[in-house]
C-alpha cells in the first residue's frame, strides 16, 4: 500500500495568477526512498505544506496510510512523521540532549524514558558523546544529525527532508545522505526527501519526481527517470 497519495492535489494561494500545484497526482510507496526535485517556484515547499498537515489542498485530496488527510487525521499523521529542515531549526537554549527529546517531553513521555530514548538516538546518528553540548558548539553536519536524532526519537514511519542538506557542504551532505539512506533500510522508514539537486536524488532515492511550475513533470524509478537518453 502506499503511505502518501496525492490525488488530482490543486493549490493556488490568494492573489497568485497561477496555482502552486496544479493537479498533482502523486504516490509514494511504502518503504521507498522518494525524491521530489524542481527548482524554486515549482511547488516543492507547497508539497511540503500539504504533506506536514500545515496547510490544506483547494481541491483532490491527500492520502496519507489510506486515509483522506483532513482534521480528523492530521494529528496521528503528524504523530508518525519526523521532519528534518534545511535549517535544523534547533533550539539555541537547549542542549543537543534536550533538543532531541523535546517531540518526547510534548507527548509526555516521562523524564527518564525520554532521556534513555534520546541518549540511544544520538548514538546511532554518532553523536553519544554531544549530549550536553549547545548547537552553537556544533557544526552544520553535527547538528543536522541532531536534527535527524530528534525527528526519529518518536519512532514515525516517514520521514520527510525538506532540503535537509541544502546548508552542507557537499562532503558533508554525502554523510547526511548516507546516514538518511542507513537508518531508512535499518528502521523501513518511507523516506521523502525534497530537494533542488539533482545529486541528492541520485545518491539515494528509489523514486523521483519533478516538479515544474507545480505540474508533475515525470515520476518513475530514479534509474528510469536520470537515465541518459
Ligand atoms: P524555497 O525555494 O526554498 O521554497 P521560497 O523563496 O520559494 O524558498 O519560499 C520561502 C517561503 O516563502 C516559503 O514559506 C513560501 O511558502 C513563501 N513564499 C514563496 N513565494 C511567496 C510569495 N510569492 N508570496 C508569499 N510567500 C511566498
Ligand atoms: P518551491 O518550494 O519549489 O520554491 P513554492 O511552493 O515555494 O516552490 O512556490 C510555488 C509557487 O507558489 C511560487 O510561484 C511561489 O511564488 C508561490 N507561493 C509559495 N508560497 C506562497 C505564499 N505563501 N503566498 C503566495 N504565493 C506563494
Do not use: W
Amino acid at each position: 500500500p502506499d503511505v502518501l497519495a496525492f490525488q488530482n492535489v490543486c493549490k493556488t494561494y490568494p492573489g497568485q495568477p497561477r496555482p502552486a500545484l496544479d493537479d498533482l497526482t502523486l504516490r509514494v510507496p511504502r518503504g521507498s526512498r522518494m525524491g521530489i526535485i524542481g527548482r524554486s517556484g515549482a511547488g516543492k515547499s507547497t508539497l511540503v505544506r500539504l504533506l506536514s498537515g500545515l496547510d490544506t489542498p483547494d481541491a483532490g485530496e491527500l492520502r496519507v496510510r489510506g486515509e483522506v488527510l483532513g482534521p480528523a487525521t492530521r494529528a496521528a499523521h503528524q504523530a508518525r512523521t519526523g521532519l528534518v529542515f534545511q535549517q535544523f531549526n534547533l533550539l539555541a537554549q537547549r542542549t543537543v540532549l534536550r533538543n532531541v527529546t523535546l517531540p518526547l517531553e510534548l507527548r509526555g513521555v516521562p523524564r527518564a524514558r525520554r532521556d534513555a530514548l534520546a541518549r540511544e538516538q544520538l548514538g546511532l546518528v554518532g553523536l553519544g558523546d554531544y549530549a550536553g553540548r549547545y548547537p552553537a558548539q556544533l557544526s552544520g553536519g553535527q547538528k543536522q544529525r541532531v536534527g535527524i536524532a530528534r525527528a526519529l526519537v518518536t519512532a514515525p514511519d516517514l520521514l520527510l527532508a525538506d532540503e535537509a542538506t541544502s546548508a552542507l557542504d557537499p562532503e558533508t551532505s554525502a554523510g547526511i545522505l548516507q546516514l538518511l539512506l542507513e537508518l531508512q533500510r535499518e528502521r523501513d522508514l518511507t523516506l521523502v526527501i525534497v530537494t533542488h539537486q539533482l545529486e541528492v536524488v541520485r545518491a539515494v532515492t528509489t523514486h523521483v519526481a519533478v516538479l515544474e511550475g507545480g505540474q508533475l513533470v515525470e515520476s518513475g524509478e530514479t534509474g528510469a527517470v536520470l537515465r541518459d537518453p
